[in-house]
């Protein structure tokens, strides 16, 4: 069955999306067991997962098959390892070197089919870049960003190793299986002394390249045959769900959704469509009354200082934890119980 975390609102369930991928008859598996089972809502996360909050002591059970029948948990036993984020607009516009979504595939089922990886730490992450750049802030354990339609630059830190893109899968989940040959108590490559070098050695591989630092996040908009929609804090209704559910959909790291251009009905359910709204780079984590650690309703507040914030990367926290804070830089709010502190400062 489905782990599922207790939170105060009730089960909170992850389901994971390798590639951010959703069919439109998915994404209505989702939306009604949200209906059904949870809180109606569906969450988008940081790793460009979906969330189910609310469910009841039945809830994880009914999820679990209903997600088997849809095809959304081929492994039980690898569910919460199966972290594969790749460029969500991989194959749809001009800035895609190469169409890593099929790499995604085959690198989730070679996770799958490899025991040994149910052991991998629930962080450790794996990244598929198509070439712009648009991942390397989210500093997976192992990642491949495309140089062309041949190769890719494998890394697992600061330098990479060139490799074609027939090898990649298995190149990856060897890379999985050396860490947990070479880490103690460690969940991510970055912890481990040298462990970049020592799980390349264990391949046979030797990084000399310089991998690219810059990021490119993807705002709203069009982009090339795709529309990338913005769902203010993250939180899909269940009329969202239902507009967007028309067609295949790609989950984002930044919690957004990629659909086909000209994709209708959007902005009529509070989608947004273009890059400057206000909506755009504000995120929220749970915040009261689902999170029993939150200080305050952060998203609600969040909602009524929308305009104060416009055109900055802000994330809000109900406390000091910050979950689902974005990567790289933002404006760091955090509910102290009388207010908040803006990096650090009373709001
Ligand atoms: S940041 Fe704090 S309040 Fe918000 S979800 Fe995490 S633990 Fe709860």
Redesign the pocket.
Same mark, same amino acid.
């Given at each position: 069955m489905l782990a599922v975390h207790q939170a105060a609102d009730g089960g909170l369930a992850r389901v994971r999306l390798p590639g951010g991928r959703l069919t439109a008859a998915q994404l209505d598996v989702l939306r009604r067991a949200a209906a059904e089972l949870g809180d109606g809502r569906l969450e988008l996360t940081s790793r460009a997962n979906v969330q189910l909050r609310g469910l009841d002591a039945d809830g994880p059970r009914e999820l679990s098959d209903r997600l088997y029948t849809a095809d959304l948990l081929p492994s039980i036993a690898h569910e919460r390892v199966r972290n594969i984020l790749a460029s969500p607009l991989s194959g749809l516009d001009q800035e895609s070197r190469y169409d890593v979504m099929p790499v995604a595939a085959a690198l989730d089922k070679a996770l799958c089919d490899r025991p040994a990886l149910a052991e991998l730490p629930g962080r450790f992450l794996f990244a598929l870049d198509d070439g712009r750049g648009d991942l390397a802030e989210l500093q997976a354990d192992v990642a491949v960003r495309a140089l062309d339609e041949r190769t890719g630059l494998l890394s697992l830190g600061g330098r990479g190793v060139r490799v074609e893109w027939a090898a990649v899968p298995e190149l990856m989940v060897a890379a999985a299986e050396a860490f947990l040959q070479v880490r103690e108590q460690e969940w991510r490559v970055a912890e481990v002394s040298g462990g970049a070098e020592r799980i390349l050695e264990r391949l046979g591989l030797r990084a000399t390249e310089v991998v690219p630092v810059e990021s490119t996040r993807v705002a709203a908009g069009v982009h090339g045959t795709a529309l990338v929609v913005t769902v203010p804090l993250g939180s899909l209704t269940q009329e969202q769900a239902t507009a967007l559910g028309q067609v295949d959909v790609r989950i984002t790291p930044w919690r957004s959704v990629v659909v086909p251009a000209g994709t209708s009905g959007l902005e009529e359910v509070g989608l947004v469509t273009s890059p400057d709204s206000p909506w755009e780079g504000v995120t929220a984590? $749970?915040?009261r009354p689902g /999170?029993a650690? $939150?200080l305050a309703d952060v998203r609600a507040d969040a909602t009524r200082q929308l305009a104060q914030v416009r055109g900055r990367r802000v994330h809000w926290?109900? /406390?000091e *934890? *910050? /979950?689902g804070k974005p990567a790289g830089e933002f404006v760091d709010v955090i509910a102290v119980g009388d207010g908040y502190l803006v990096d650090g400062e009373r709001l």
């Amino acid at each position: 069955m489905l782990a599922v975390h207790q939170a105060a609102d009730g089960g909170l369930a992850r389901v994971r999306l390798p590639g951010g991928r959703l069919t439109a008859a998915q994404l209505d598996v989702l939306r009604r067991a949200a209906a059904e089972l949870g809180d109606g809502r569906l969450e988008l996360t940081s790793r460009a997962n979906v969330q189910l909050r609310g469910l009841d002591a039945d809830g994880p059970r009914e999820l679990s098959d209903r997600l088997y029948t849809a095809d959304l948990l081929p492994s039980i036993a690898h569910e919460r390892v199966r972290n594969i984020l790749a460029s969500p607009l991989s194959g749809l516009d001009q800035e895609s070197r190469y169409d890593v979504m099929p790499v995604a595939a085959a690198l989730d089922k070679a996770l799958c089919d490899r025991p040994a990886l149910a052991e991998l730490p629930g962080r450790f992450l794996f990244a598929l870049d198509d070439g712009r750049g648009d991942l390397a802030e989210l500093q997976a354990d192992v990642a491949v960003r495309a140089l062309d339609e041949r190769t890719g630059l494998l890394s697992l830190g600061g330098r990479g190793v060139r490799v074609e893109w027939a090898a990649v899968p298995e190149l990856m989940v060897a890379a999985a299986e050396a860490f947990l040959q070479v880490r103690e108590q460690e969940w991510r490559v970055a912890e481990v002394s040298g462990g970049a070098e020592r799980i390349l050695e264990r391949l046979g591989l030797r990084a000399t390249e310089v991998v690219p630092v810059e990021s490119t996040r993807v705002a709203a908009g069009v982009h090339g045959t795709a529309l990338v929609v913005t769902v203010p804090l993250g939180s899909l209704t269940q009329e969202q769900a239902t507009a967007l559910g028309q067609v295949d959909v790609r989950i984002t790291p930044w919690r957004s959704v990629v659909v086909p251009a000209g994709t209708s009905g959007l902005e009529e359910v509070g989608l947004v469509t273009s890059p400057d709204s206000p909506w755009e780079g504000v995120t929220a984590c $749970a915040g009261r009354p689902g /999170c029993a650690k $939150a200080l305050a309703d952060v998203r609600a507040d969040a909602t009524r200082q929308l305009a104060q914030v416009r055109g900055r990367r802000v994330h809000w926290s109900g /406390c000091e *934890r *910050r /979950c689902g804070k974005p990567a790289g830089e933002f404006v760091d709010v955090i509910a102290v119980g009388d207010g908040y502190l803006v990096d650090g400062e009373r709001l």
